[in-house]
């Protein structure tokens, strides 16, 4: 009897049991993740390896010619024509004047621009050679530019001056009416003197162009007569 009382005392406990399941069912709150459940996996930082690693071949990178130079395409070599006029070196002048015309002659082949002195004269000269004088010690034979080309007589005044030149290691004074400068030009500026000028074109070396004006370049050696 015992052991039935037991066991419907236990159907009765079961049978309650099953009754208040649903309710609590029904309350039980809805499953809630947990943290390792509901973080995404946290993005952990690259390590260096600790162990030696091989580096990798260096790729060459080739850019396009624009990208290096701008959008303008490089500019093409000079020519051979062009780098010889560049490499020219200019010539330094020294212009004078004799009657209306402006003259010049190499500033390297120039010593000294001194004033008319009083000239000895000398027999048996050309007419062109109006005297001699002493410079330095030395003896100079001085010629008279304007005599020596056919020109009228020149200007001799406080302004004409004797330009002392060098010519094949002897020096010689030229009688100019005045000088007037020192300019450069580039050798190609040179060109042949025209036939309609008055002197005696063996004496000329060619005529040049400066700032609107024209000089006639001497042959310094011809118009010395060395």
Request: hydrophobic share 40%.
């Amino acid at each position: 009897m015992d052991i039935l009382a037991a066991r419907k005392k236990a159907m009765e406990r079961a049978k309650a049991r099953s009754e208040q399941q649903p309710e609590k069912a029904a309350e039980a709150p809805l499953p809630v993740p947990s943290e390792e459940e509901a973080l995404p996996a946290p993005v952990l930082p690259r390590t260096a390896p600790t162990g030696p690693v091989e580096a990798s071949p260096a790729k060459e990178v080739v850019l396009p010619a624009e990208e290096v130079l701008g959008t303008t395409a490089a500019a093409p070599a000079a020519s051979a024509d062009e780098r010889a006029e560049t490499m020219q070196q200019e010539i330094e002048l020294l212009s004078f004047r004799l009657g209306g015309e402006q003259y010049a002659l190499p500033v390297a082949d120039v010593r000294e621009v001194l004033k008319v002195v009083q000239l000895t004269s000398v027999p048996n000269t050309p007419d062109y050679v109006p005297g001699i004088m002493s410079h330095r010690g030395t003896m100079l034979p001085i010629l008279d530019l304007c005599r020596r080309f056919g020109l009228a007589p020149g200007v001799n005044d406080a302004k004409s001056r004797i330009v002392i030149v060098s010519v094949n290691d002897e020096e010689v004074g030229l009688l100019v009416d005045r000088v007037t400068g020192v300019f450069r030009i580039f050798p190609d500026e040179i060109k042949p003197a025209p036939e309609n000028i008055e002197q005696r074109e063996e004496f000329l070396r060619g005529i040049a162009r400066k700032d609107d004006k024209l000089y006639i370049l001497l042959d310094l050696k011809k118009a010395v007569g060395v």
